[in-house]
């Protein structure tokens, strides 16, 4: 079993729309969690780390559950900008663990 | 953006051939770290250091050495490359001070083995 899943999507909707998706982790001793974004052959970027109280970032928004031991992101008003794909990540101590990601394509 | 930059950028080598990438930061983080992504499987760890000369395996280390013997450069070699190695590979740094296990990424080096 993964440590990290994620529905691969992907995740088709119009510029202004909301979308939300989750990622599921298998280690409940896990200590941090976040969202990477990760633009076509570039990089993977920290969008945000997830706090266990849920927090937001401008159009942002995650939410973390340790009991059922998942991570949601939704994104408001999407912007075609937002077109990436976003990586649910899980961490104990110093290292990481990623999930393979979850395409978003915003449409005009 | 942190100061991470690897070398080459990409890179065709034929199977058998020793290879080595090379990955520099200026942020002077203790933790650095060497990852592949493949489609269909999230970034995998194949090792990482936490200090000068120290260095442990990741999930995916058969086949590939590290050494950093310098705060600044992780080095991964891949003693006698094969097929099943072309992927691309990324170097992430962190510190444990200010923001604890986040990490960040240098721009990744794709490589081919043919």
């Known amino acids: 079993r993964k440590e990290v899943e994620q529905d691969p999507g992907p995740f088709n909707v119009p510029e202004g729309a909301t979308v939300a998706f989750n990622c599921t982790y298998s280690?409940?001793?896990?200590?941090?969690f976040f969202w990477y974004r990760q633009d076509c052959r570039k990089e993977p970027k920290l969008l945000m780390s997830v706090y266990s109280s849920g927090n937001e970032d401008g159009r942002f928004t995650a939410q973390l559950n340790r009991a059922s031991q998942y991570i949601s992101l939704l994104i408001r008003d999407s912007k075609l900008s937002d077109s990436a794909t976003y990586l649910c990540v899980v961490g104990n101590d110093y290292k990481l663990s990623f999930g393979a990601g979850t395409t978003v394509t915003v449409r005009a | 953006d942190a100061g991470i930059t690897q070398s080459p950028r990409h890179k065709v080598t034929e199977t058998g051939t020793p290879v080595t990438l090379r990955c520099h930061q200026t942020e002077n983080h203790r933790y650095m770290y060497w990852y592949r992504q493949d489609p269909g499987h999230g970034l995998r760890l194949i090792h990482y250091?936490?200090?000068?000369?120290?260095?442990d395996k990741g999930e995916v280390s058969d086949g590939y050495s590290v050494s950093r013997s310098k705060t600044e450069d992780f080095l991964l070699t891949l003693e006698s490359a094969t097929s099943s190695q072309t992927s691309v590979y990324f170097c992430a740094i962190s510190e444990m001070t200010g923001s604890p296990y986040e990490q960040y990424f240098g721009p990744g080096t794709r490589l081919t083995v043919t």
């Open positions: 280690n409940s001793a896990s200590q941090s």
């Open positions: 250091s936490y200090g000068v000369k120290d260095t």
